[in-house]
């Protein structure tokens, strides 16, 4: 099975590697060549277009940054729409839109090819140790069809059902560490005011009824004020945007949600954090940064 | 060590059955007295009023429901304070606020008696079988010397340093599961509209990085249409309105905590839902509640 994988980025060159690494041949292309040399050097081929990615492979895997980018590789001039060829196989790993999942997939319909929505959460150490989870939409056939591929970069794979289902529990799983995130960011900021000693704070909530896993890992990080990413904030708010579009469109109103978007709107737009990881969401209450 | 506990509810019955065990006696009171029946016939003695417990024991630990029967317990007419003798400790367990917590030390150093806030976490399960979180605040003697007794109630005992800052870490901990519970709820209303499997939903969300213990706990019992408390509503919504007003004395601005008390407040004096548990929040979306 020939592979194409459209995405160079932190998390595809990790999964591109654990793929070359299980003997499959890959086929990569990315915006900036340059961050597909450790690929290549690790026994990729380059090619020079998504179109000539999907000219060659069985299976074509996208994973890039913005719902934006997603239209372009799949319907822009050069994308993969314009060489696919009946049989094959595109899967999408981006975190994306459902309804832009569900285009991709009537499309593919016209032409003879099976589409999946397939985003993960995990992370970049995810990633690098093939432990992702992988949340899929589409037909249940073309599920089956590439466990194969899944099982060699995650390690919890979960059909939801229908094109765009996928994303949709993706964007479930965003929804969620919203919750935690704004938790996480207002309790430190409270309990530095209050003068407590913040790693005993982490020790005792992370012990009862607010443990969570974004404290356990990034609340440590944050005492050392260690923003590096990590998941990039900029991406967070590119989810907590989508999921809300999809909240509206299904006349859903999610508060929180929507205020946990706001908060990282300033930090992203406002702040200029984009690129710092999600837990420097601390960083937009003043009290916090004053005192640092 | 005589032992006077006030407050008979759920969590005081199962830490005065605790003591019982551990061969404390222990003086009781509670305002209506048959809800103090159970711990009598384990073994507990009754008296009138918090005032003549307080002149039958070394220890007087108080766990109640609001910080004005807190105030009514040490203050009132009554109340604790008119029968308090020096080398006497009074442990306050309630979940109340650190400004009264700070009241309560000052007025028993003037009578030589030594105070702690020492509230708790973990809830009935937590209570029953002595695995509470205690956080405790006032002298770091005091919290020496009650060790003997916060290990029989509790697992995971923190001493987070001078009056009321037992109360504040409490605090910084109900914050945090604002965040869980908000996140939680508009996660599952998401997932529902979107049509998808919720147990699939909550088992991949609690393998990942929105991993978190009201989830793991209350996300199957939320699935059942399970609300019965668990943790009152309308305790956590109190527990927030202390929490944002320490915060307004600090200077400090919470949205997603205010937020979260915003829709708590619907919960609980809106749809009158404030004897449910703290998982009934979900319910105050309408999609919810209307497809249910």
Known sequence: MKIGFIGTGVMGSAMIKNL?????????????????????????????????VASQSDVVITMVGFPKDVKG????????????????VLVDMTTSSPKLAQQIFVEGKKRGVEVLD??????????QNA??????GGLESTYQKMQPVF?????SI????AAGSGQNAKMAN?????GTMTGMSEMLVYAKAANLDLEQVIKTVDNGGGQNWSLANYGPRVLKGDYRPGFYAKHFLKDLKIALDVADEMELNLPATE??????????NGAGLGNESTDGLVNIYHSWREDD
Chains 1, 2 share one sequence.
């Open 20 to 52: 070359l690494k299980a003997d499959f041949a890959v086929t990569v292309y990315n915006r900036t060549k340059e961050h597909a040399q450790a690929v290549i050097a690790a026994g990729a081929t380059w090619a020079n277009s998504p179109a000539e």
């Open 73 to 88: 590789v799949y319907f822009g001039s050069k994308g993969i729409f314009k060489r696919v060829h009946a049989g094959q």
């Open 118 to 127: 397939a985003p993960v959460s995990g992370g970049d150490v995810g990633a």
């Open 131 to 136: 432990t992702l989870t992988v949340m899929v």
């Open 151 to 155: 099982s060699v970069v995650g390690q």
């Open 158 to 161: 979960t059909y939801f059902g």
């Open 174 to 178: 965003q929804i969620m560490i919203a």
């Open 259 to 268: 205020l946990a978007k706001r908060l990282y709107d300033r930090m992203v």
